[in-house]
């Protein structure tokens, strides 16, 4: 199974601060890696998939880089309303696999 | 807009099945991967399987000795069944929509919780 690392497991930082999320794959997975957003008792969130490519809706300030076993996940300006827990998770081999997870928080 | 909406028993026996069902709503079932995750306390997100709109299925060689997936069309559902269950089992169960471009998940339900207990 490919291993998936988040770092780090959580973080605080001020509204309007850039937040920055990494991930990193135990075997290379090219771009196929998407990014979720998990609020409690919501819905799951798609973010980013294939790595870059911003999901419908998402706002702007929201965005990823990276390819085969590096990626990061980029908040450009916190919000209020970005606290909750992303998870990153790779495609490019069964079974899916998640990262462990990095809560967000505001100071 | 397409929503999902897991339902479920709350509470199961050790040794006993769990059955659960996906509702989908206000979009097709065709075309598109339908999943089964979990997230167990203080655990990663695990995927469990998922079923194509055709029939395939794949596994999570984690739970393929324990786990059916399956799809009732008529009734727009996708079910998970996971048998002999303990209170490892116990989790938050997500069902997802996707396909292989948007890496099986770009909608998901906000889960159903459950908890093996006797």
């Known amino acids: 199974d490919v291993q998936m690392t988040q770092s780090p497991s959580s973080l605080s930082a001020s509204v309007g601060d850039g937040v920055t999320i990494s991930c990193q794959a135990s075997q290379d997975i090219g771009t196929s890696l998407n990014w979720y957003q998990i609020k409690p008792r919501n819905a799951p969130k798609l973010l980013i998939y294939d790595a870059s490519l911003l999901a419908s809706g998402v706002p702007s300030r929201f965005s990823g880089r990276g390819s085969g076993t590096h990626f990061t996940l980029t908040i450009t300006s916190l919000q209020p309303e970005d606290v909750a827990t992303y998870h990153c998770q790779q495609y490019d081999n069964l079974p899916l696999t998640f990262g462990g997870g990095t809560k967000v928080d505001t100071k | 807009q397409v929503h999902l909406q897991e339902s479920g028993p709350g509470l199961v026996k050790p040794s006993e099945t769990v059955s659960l069902t996906c509702t989908v709503s206000?979009?097709?079932?065709?075309?598109?991967?339908w999943s089964w995750m979990r997230q167990s306390p203080g655990k990663e997100l695990e995927w469990i399987g998922f079923?194509?709109?055709?029939?395939?299925?794949n596994y999570n060689p984690s739970f393929e000795s324990r786990v059916t997936i399956s799809l009732e069309t008529s009734k727009n559902q996708i079910s998970l069944k996971l048998h002999s269950v303990t209170a490892a089992d116990t989790a938050i169960y997500y069902c997802?929509?996707?396909?292989?471009?948007?890496?099986?998940?770009?909608?998901w339900g906000q889960g159903t919780l459950v908890t093996v207990s006797s």
């Open positions: 079923i194509h709109w055709s029939g395939s299925v």
């Open positions: 997802a929509r996707g396909d292989d471009s948007s890496g099986y998940g770009d909608h």
């Open positions: 206000g979009g097709s079932m065709g075309n598109y991967y």
